[in-house]
């Protein structure tokens, strides 16, 4: 049995636990949607999400041992697969056409991406030169990306894919240093490495966070294509994988990335808002004071508190 097929079983548990954090998260930003940092680490949903995010980053490093980054990040579109209708499931509406057609076009481009990667367990790590120069370069990338700006929900939700894919790559890189007995167990590319992984793995979480606030299938899906888009240019440039097929596997993995990103448009075009718990407390709120029912005043409602933002 290949490397790579060792790595489906636990990249596919993964998916599923990092679909209904996702879903988690979602729900809590439609509740909350000015919450800050310190109110969310009071809060238990929150830390329900980081605990199914723990879990599913933990099977996702034993996949990263067995395969390579550009067999490995691309299952996680199965976490697209789960979250879409298990976030409609739970927002009490069906998952539409458009939405349907959209994750079908998503994952029939990732799976095409899929078919062109293969290869042995991997072997080969990032220098500390390439792994700073690699942290450099995406800090400014997501820099760039988190600038106030139109779209911010999808311009996060791209910063938080490009930041996960990076952690992984990092990660790969700790997991292999570490299991090869070559060296030191604690070397001082190991933990510097390592540091890198905590801070883009959180990165990427507090982004993801921020872009759920406009919706779940639509950032998820921008999440779900950056992010082994990143990982793979990390490991084709300077880890030795390469595309299996010559010139046609490149032809089917850009056909891949085009099918991707058209599902990506039809998700970022179709996903509808969460509806309003409270819908009779909306409908009081539109009313002008003193227009209660049968001519009677209104209670005035008290306005809420402003929350600094994520």
Do not use: C
Not at 117 to 131: F, K, M, N, R, Y
Request: hydrophobic share 55%.
């Amino acid at each position: 049995m290949s490397a790579a097929l060792v790595a489906v079983l636990p990249s596919l548990v993964s998916a599923v636990a990092y679909a209904a954090a996702a879903v988690a998260q979602e729900r809590l930003a439609a509740r909350s949607p000015g919450t800050g940092v310190l109110r969310l680490l009071g809060s238990g949903a929150w830390w329900w999400s980081v605990g199914l995010n723990a879990s599913a980053a933990l099977l996702h490093v034993v996949a990263l041992k067995y395969g390579p980054l550009t067999v490995v990040q691309p299952l996680g579109a199965l976490t697209l697969v789960a979250a879409v209708p298990l976030g409609a499931r739970l927002a009490g509406r069906r998952v539409t056409a458009v939405e349907w057609r959209g994750t079908g076009l998503t994952l029939l481009g990732l799976g095409a991406l899929l078919l062109t990667a293969s290869g042995p367990a991997p072997d080969d790590v990032l220098s500390v030169p390439e792994a700073l120069a690699v942290s450099g370069a995406t800090a400014a990338l997501i820099g760039v990306l988190s600038w106030p700006g139109a779209r911010p929900g999808l311009r996060h939700a791209t910063a938080s894919g490009v930041a996960s894919g990076v952690a992984s790559a990092l990660t790969q890189t700790v997991t292999v240093a570490v299991t090869d007995r070559s060296g030191p167990l604690l070397s001082a590319q190991v933990i510097g490495v390592a540091v890198l992984v905590a801070a883009f793995a959180t990165g990427g979480l507090l982004l993801a966070q921020t872009a759920y606030r406009g919706g779940l299938g639509a950032p998820l899906a921008v999440v779900t294509l950056a992010n082994p888009v990143a990982a793979a240019v990390i490991g084709l440039s300077l880890l030795g994988e390469r595309l299996q097929g010559g010139p046609a596997g490149v032809l089917l993995a850009l056909a891949g990335a085009g099918l991707a990103a058209w599902g990506v448009v039809l998700l970022s075009r179709a996903t509808p808002r969460t509806p309003d718990p409270h819908p009779v407390a909306a409908v009081l709120a539109l009313e002008p004071e003193g227009a209660g029912p049968a001519g009677t005043p209104a209670p005035r409602q008290p306005e809420p508190g402003h929350l600094t933002p994520l």
